[in-house]
């Protein structure tokens, strides 16, 4: 089987290396520079304090012409869009994937209806050290879950043992999204405001409390069938990426462009919509706008 991986960020990479053992992978990235290096030296996979080289091919996105059994689009939330506009370009893909954090991207999957599409979660804990190197700083698994058609080759990866890179198919795709969402809403930007670590947000009193009145606040909104099991996840997700850097930390860090918009911002205009007051999340999401915009001044 043929897979493409659209986006060379951490995720992309991080799968990439992992499905080359058993695919013919092909990593399509933004930039030709990129592209270049990862087909001259190969992608590095650091793991346990060793380094696994691996051979794949790789080429700029927008000069591709993609015909992979399989695709996935790990780009971030708000570059879906220059994707989707782009789709001529993957459309001899049955099955396309889309990874992204928050739920603002499935409004813009509904001009691929003909095509298998899938949603998923990524769980495990990835940092891009450079154009070819990634590390695996946490093992977790992918959650995928049929939005329009059928799993297609997707299923496939459910059923392959890959070690430490585990596929789990679910059924309820919105179940799915939101129980990532809220772990991100809570976690993201807390540990970019505060400057932290994941598991710091456990060990200091304070910050715990603000993590249970952000959960208060966020269940008003956010579907939970049961609501314990939800918080008690995010506790399992800080306690096992305790050493993480949330994926929002790094990109304040970077003077990038975060996932707010997709995360807390969903989730206001969920507030909007059944009325409901969100002063905590209103707060974070003009906090790290804040600091998106001041990380764009000096960036």
């Not at 992309?12 to 030296?41: I, K």
């Not at 003909?114 to 990835?126: D, M, R, S």
């Not at 966020?218 to 918080?231: C, G, N, R, S, T």
């Not at 911002?265 to 790290?288: D, M, N, R, T, W």
């Amino acid at each position: 089987m043929k897979i493409g991986i659209i986006g060379g960020g951490a995720i992309g990479l991080l799968l990439a290396a992992y499905l080359s053992d058993e695919y013919e992978v092909t990593v399509y990235t933004r930039r030709s520079l990129q592209a270049q290096r990862l087909m001259r030296e190969g992608l590095r996979l650091v793991k346990r304090g060793e380094t696994k080289c691996i051979s794949l091919q790789a080429m700029p996105f927008t000069k591709a012409d993609i015909s992979d059994d399989l695709v996935f689009v790990t780009v971030k939330q708000y570059d879906v869009a220059e994707i989707i506009n782009r789709q001529n370009q993957f459309d001899r893909a049955e099955t396309v994937v889309f990874l992204q954090n928050g739920m603002g991207h499935v409004k813009r999957l509904s001009s691929l209806t003909k095509k298998n599409v899938i949603v998923g979660t990524v769980e495990h804990g990835a940092l891009k050290h450079d154009d070819h190197t990634v590390e695996h700083t946490g093992i977790g698994k992918i959650v995928l879950a049929r939005l329009y058609g059928a799993f297609g080759q997707a299923a496939n990866l459910a059923k392959k043992n890959i070690p430490d890179f585990p596929f789990e198919i679910a059924n309820d795709w919105e179940s799915v999204l939101v129980k990532k969402l809220i772990v991100n809403a809570v976690i993201n930007p807390l540990t970019a405001l505060l400057r932290v670590k994941n598991g710091e947000l456990l060990k200091v009193k304070p910050y715990y409390e603000m993590m249970a009145l952000l959960f208060s606040e966020l269940k008003q909104v956010l579907p939970m069938e049961d609501e314990q099991a939800a918080w008690d996840h995010i506790v399992n997700v800080c306690e096992k990426t305790a050493d993480n850097y949330s994926s929002m930390f790094m990109d304040i860090s970077q003077q990038r462009k975060t996932e707010i918009d997709a995360i807390l911002g969903y989730v206001l205009e969920k507030g909007k919509e059944l009325g409901v007051p969100l002063p905590l999340s209103q707060f974070l999401f003009a906090a790290i706008k804040g600091m998106e915009e001041r990380g764009a001044e000096h960036g």
